[in-house]
């Protein structure tokens, strides 16, 4: 978590760059990435990342996440959940 807070407090306007620059910091980059990330990104809002990465990444991963709303996809799979009783 220090790290993590750290990362974003050097770049609270900028997730992208919060997310680079935790995944240059060595060690457990990808839980520091996705936590910096987070909180810059609720600071700044979606509008701070760059539209051609996050399309990049909805491609690779195969989101949907700017047609449905970032919260509509695991919203559904909440919904889903909850119906069938599985994880």
């Given at each position: 978590?220090?790290?993590?807070?750290?990362?974003?407090?050097?770049?609270?306007?900028?997730?992208?760059?919060?997310?680079l620059?935790?995944?240059?910091?060595?060690?457990?980059?990808?839980?520091?990435?996705?936590?910096?990330?987070?909180?810059?990104?609720a600071?700044a809002?979606?509008?701070?990342?760059?539209?051609?990465?996050?399309?990049?990444?909805?491609?690779?991963?195969?989101?949907?996440?700017?047609?449905?709303?970032?919260?509509?996809?695991?919203?559904?799979?909440?919904?889903?959940?909850?119906?069938?009783?599985?994880?």
């Amino acid at each position: 978590m220090p790290a993590a807070f750290a990362v974003a407090s050097r770049h609270p306007g900028d997730p992208w760059r919060a997310c680079l620059m935790a995944a240059r910091l060595g060690g457990d980059t990808d839980t520091v990435g996705a936590m910096a990330g987070a909180v810059a990104g609720a600071c700044a809002g979606a509008g701070a990342l760059p539209a051609g990465s996050v399309e990049r990444i909805e491609k690779v991963n195969g989101l949907g996440l700017a047609a449905a709303g970032p919260w509509a996809a695991r919203a559904e799979d909440v919904a889903l959940t909850l119906e069938t009783g599985t994880v």
